[in-house]
């Protein structure tokens, strides 16, 4: 799963809006629950308390997505309780710096949320076979996403999954690659809905994800149609 960037200048562009309106140089306050500032907190389309799930989720974020701007993942941390969104920022899991993690991997219960070619659709699989889940999930832009799940083999002896889905991704801001594909919050919003059956999870974490690019494009972003649209399209680039 990956919050996607077309390239560096692109994420110039991001910077420029990202904190916007920017009201002179003086730091202003941050909110402690979204992160935003408070000019721009997101807190009114987040849910009034914290998603109760039995499902941990663990996300292996690349370094350089924590230094990104308008990443999905602080949406997921502002709507889950602490102890059940865990962030790990590195490019290789070992079994010396992680080993919780490599314990994980032997557990049943323990899915890698990856579309690769092994992957089966998470709705597919009797999941009234274990009370929760760990759902593992790479982090960054599709190619550092990439590099982390084929980078680190252990990740591939626990049962990957993907969630089938029609949804076209509401993360406009940023340059998918192909028409299908998601940020880390949206994929993770449809695989919660199975796991915790309970499909309000996708549109309450879709909501402020929503608001955060409409917000954007009220100031100037521009919506970014996918490289697959674009490699049809070449008007579109």
């Not at 730091?27 to 914290?50: D, G, Q, Y």
């Not at 663990?58 to 990104?68: G, V």
Request: proline share 7%.
């Amino acid at each position: 799963m990956a919050d996607e960037l077309d390239s560096d200048d692109e994420e110039s562009v991001l910077r420029g809006f990202a904190n916007l309106p920017t009201g002179g140089t003086t730091k202003r306050p941050i909110c402690e629950r979204c992160k935003r500032p408070s000019s721009v907190c997101l807190c009114s389309h987040l849910p009034k308390e914290l998603l109760n799930i039995s499902t941990t989720i663990y996300i292996l974020q690349h370094p350089k997505e924590d230094s990104r701007l308008l990443t999905t993942v602080p949406i997921l941390s502002a709507c889950l309780p602490q102890e059940k969104c865990i962030i790990y920022r590195d490019r290789r899991y070992s079994t010396s710096d992680y080993p919780e993690l490599h314990a994980m991997m032997k557990q049943p219960n323990t899915l890698v949320l990856y579309p690769g070619p092994n992957a089966v659709n998470l709705r597919s699989i009797d999941l009234s076979a274990h009370a929760n889940f760990n759902l593992i999930v790479p982090d960054g832009t599709w190619k550092q996403a990439s590099g982390i799940f084929h980078g680190n083999p252990f990740l591939q002896n626990a049962t990957q999954v993907f969630v089938e889905h029609n949804v076209v991704s509401e993360y406009v801001i940023r340059t998918q690659p192909t028409n299908k594909s998601l940020c880390t919050v949206e994929a993770i919003a449809l695989a919660l809905a199975p796991l915790e059956k309970n499909d309000s999870f996708i549109e309450i974490l879709a909501a402020p994800l929503r608001a955060l690019c409409q917000y954007q494009l009220d100031h100037g972003a521009v919506v970014h149609s996918s490289k697959e649209d674009k490699l049809k399209n070449p008007e579109l680039a």
